[in-house]
């Protein structure tokens, strides 16, 4: 029900005070801050197209991006550019930015006009809601709020999804890696089956002894389909996440291996304490109770008092104008006692909804951490001990092979625990950037402090740089010399 507003109340100050209202309403939706807070926790600097200059100029960074591999960090930058899904999610800032409008300016008056079929009978209303007038400031300062949890929920979502951005790519290249593991093993495997074959043509070598060649190179090949069958899925999943069209994806070029894991522990502790200081997701709770605070006051007057409706019609009969004024409203029968429950239950409920962001941001991001450092210390391990043990029992094994003191079994035991090796090692690396990134929805790791002190490895930040600029051991650098030790194993 709508309330007759007086003339007296349209009065020019009231259009300052909207032009200022409106002033008070960022242009951009929020989007720079939002960007900036973006940038901090992942990187990657955010890009919102909306006009065809600004099209053009995110196409041209997309195209510098593909011209070249592609690493993790890129691969979130690519995706702030071209995912429509994140386009999508900053739209929302624009919805925010009108609502906040709506809410700083005066209540939209209602004119009624109406004249008698017959007669110079004519009659003006002019209704607006009278508790909107009264509490307009209030209302300005209730859209105000939600905005702010909107840019606050805003920039959680886009560090959710530079996330799962990660995410997709450690799986991808992770595939990748291990195709390229199992296609050397199966290589391999395939060679030692030929000289079996030939061995055991002339005699030399018992029918078992081949069948276990042939074993091997069989089992090598299923584990390479086995392989190759996760690789083109992971890459569908990555190009989705990304957002590229199907000429972008076929320029997308990733690296053909995950970096090793840095020297660098990380801290489970600090690492929650750094979360519940900065965790953009407990920014956008925090955010929620505030809108939800702010909003409770106009919730309890609103409950008590209902529609109001005071007003004035003009009416001109016989070339004369009469006014005639009048008020009326709504009185809940419970007087207000429902609508009052309900504004304390939302703001308890956003209060309980903060409390447990807390807890979850801390226990995701301890948890993750205490993932990746486990992870981090298990492919260290892999990289500087089980791959050149296993190296190094390998050509103790051929050559006791060669000099006939060990037999068929033991030597593909041994190129078994090599691929095996491989594989751990792969497998333990992808884990850790994995909780990684779930780590870095709460933190940014590289702001993180050192872990012990006057570690100097601990001072430098792990970029896509190390990815391609320093080669990692890996169960591939152990499986180039095979065709050479099979060369000899007879």
Same mark, same amino acid.
């Given at each position: 029900?709508?309330?007759r507003l007086p003339r007296?109340?349209?009065?020019p100050?009231?259009?300052?005070v909207?032009l200022s209202a409106?002033?008070?309403?960022?242009?951009?939706g929020g989007?720079?801050?939002v960007g900036e807070r973006?940038?901090?926790?992942?990187?990657a600097s955010l890009a919102?197209?909306r006009?065809?200059?600004?099209?053009?100029?995110v196409?041209?960074?997309?195209d510098?991006?593909?011209?070249?591999?592609?690493g993790?960090?890129?691969?979130?930058?690519?995706?702030?550019?071209s995912?429509?899904?994140l386009q999508?999610?900053?739209d929302?800032?624009?919805?925010?930015r009108?609502a906040?409008?709506?809410?700083a300016l005066?209540?939209?008056?209602?004119?009624?006009?109406s004249?008698?079929?017959?007669?110079d009978?004519?009659?003006i209303?002019?209704a607006?809601p009278l508790?909107?007038?009264l509490f307009?400031? /209030?209302?300005?300062?209730?859209g105000q709020?939600?905005?702010?949890?909107?840019k606050a929920?805003?920039a959680?979502d886009?560090?959710d999804?530079?996330a /799962?951005?990660?995410?997709?790519y450690?799986?991808?290249?992770?595939a990748?890696?291990?195709?390229?593991l199992?296609?050397?093993?199966e290589?391999?495997g395939?060679?030692?089956?030929?000289a079996a074959?030939?061995?055991?043509?002339a005699?030399?070598?018992?029918r078992?002894d081949l069948d276990?060649?042939r074993?091997f190179?069989a089992q090598m090949t299923?584990?390479?389909?086995r392989?190759?069958?996760?690789v083109?899925p992971?890459?569908e999943h990555?190009i989705?996440?990304?957002?590229?069209?199907q000429?972008?994806?076929?320029?997308?070029?990733?690296?053909t291996r995950?970096?090793a894991?840095p020297?660098?522990?990380?801290d489970?502790?600090l690492?929650g304490?750094?979360?519940?200081r900065?965790?953009l997701?407990?920014a956008a709770?925090?955010?929620g109770l505030? /809108?939800?605070a702010?909003?409770?006051?106009l919730r309890?007057?609103?409950a008590l008092?209902?529609?109001?409706d005071v007003g004035?019609?003009f009416e001109?009969?016989?070339?004369?104008?009469a006014e005639?004024?009048g008020?009326g409203?709504?009185?809940?029968l419970d007087?207000?006692?429902?609508?009052?429950?309900?504004a304390?239950?939302?703001?308890?409920?956003?209060?309980?909804?903060?409390?447990?962001t807390r807890?979850?941001?801390l226990?995701d991001?301890r948890?993750?951490?205490?993932?990746?450092e486990?992870a981090r210390?298990l492919a260290?391990?892999?990289r500087?001990?089980s791959?050149?043990?296993?190296a190094d029992?390998?050509?103790g094994?051929?050559?006791?092979f060669?000099?006939m003191?060990l037999?068929m079994?033991?030597?593909?035991?041994s190129?078994?625990?090599?691929?095996?090796?491989g594989?751990?090692?792969?497998e333990?690396?992808a884990?850790?950037?994995?909780?990684?990134?779930?780590?870095?929805r709460?933190i940014r790791?590289?702001d993180?402090?050192?872990?012990q002190?006057g570690?100097a490895?601990a001072a430098?930040p792990v970029?896509?740089h190390?990815?391609?600029?320093?080669?990692?051991?890996?169960?591939d650098?152990?499986q180039h010399?095979d065709?050479q030790?099979?060369g000899?194993?007879h």
């Amino acid at each position: 029900m709508m309330s007759r507003l007086p003339r007296r109340l349209l009065a020019p100050t009231l259009i300052a005070v909207t032009l200022s209202a409106c002033a008070s309403v960022p242009s951009d939706g929020g989007f720079a801050e939002v960007g900036e807070r973006v940038q901090a926790r992942t990187g990657a600097s955010l890009a919102w197209a909306r006009t065809d200059a600004e099209r053009a100029e995110v196409a041209e960074a997309l195209d510098t991006l593909l011209d070249s591999r592609v690493g993790m960090d890129d691969a979130v930058a690519m995706a702030f550019l071209s995912s429509p899904a994140l386009q999508a999610r900053l739209d929302e800032l624009g919805i925010a930015r009108a609502a906040f409008l709506s809410a700083a300016l005066p209540p939209n008056p209602m004119i009624d006009i109406s004249r008698a079929a017959a007669g110079d009978s004519l009659e003006i209303g002019v209704a607006a809601p009278l508790l909107d007038l009264l509490f307009w400031p /209030q209302r300005a300062r209730s859209g105000q709020a939600a905005f702010e949890t909107a840019k606050a929920q805003a920039a959680a979502d886009l560090a959710d999804a530079a996330a /799962q951005v990660r995410v997709a790519y450690v799986e991808h290249v992770a595939a990748r890696q291990a195709l390229d593991l199992y296609q050397q093993a199966e290589s391999a495997g395939e060679a030692a089956r030929l000289a079996a074959e030939a061995i055991y043509a002339a005699g030399n070598i018992a029918r078992v002894d081949l069948d276990r060649q042939r074993q091997f190179a069989a089992q090598m090949t299923a584990e390479r389909m086995r392989a190759e069958a996760e690789v083109a899925p992971s890459r569908e999943h990555l190009i989705a996440v990304l957002g590229l069209s199907q000429e972008q994806a076929e320029r997308l070029q990733t690296l053909t291996r995950l970096p090793a894991p840095p020297e660098r522990a990380v801290d489970a502790e600090l690492a929650g304490e750094t979360a519940l200081r900065e965790s953009l997701q407990v920014a956008a709770a925090e955010a929620g109770l505030r /809108q939800i605070a702010v909003m409770r006051g106009l919730r309890n007057i609103e409950a008590l008092l209902g529609d109001v409706d005071v007003g004035v019609d003009f009416e001109r009969e016989d070339g004369r104008w009469a006014e005639t004024y009048g008020l009326g409203f709504v009185l809940p029968l419970d007087l207000g006692a429902a609508g009052r429950a309900r504004a304390a239950a939302e703001l308890s409920q956003a209060y309980q909804t903060l409390q447990q962001t807390r807890l979850d941001s801390l226990a995701d991001s301890r948890s993750a951490a205490q993932r990746a450092e486990a992870a981090r210390e298990l492919a260290l391990f892999h990289r500087d001990v089980s791959l050149p043990l296993s190296a190094d029992v390998f050509d103790g094994v051929v050559r006791d092979f060669n000099a006939m003191q060990l037999g068929m079994f033991e030597l593909l035991q041994s190129r078994r625990d090599r691929v095996d090796a491989g594989r751990d090692y792969v497998e333990s690396v992808a884990a850790y950037w994995l909780a990684r990134a779930e780590l870095e929805r709460h933190i940014r790791v590289d702001d993180l402090p050192a872990a012990q002190a006057g570690d100097a490895a601990a001072a430098e930040p792990v970029h896509d740089h190390h990815q391609s600029g320093q080669h990692e051991p890996d169960a591939d650098d152990h499986q180039h010399g095979d065709h050479q030790h099979e060369g000899h194993d007879h």
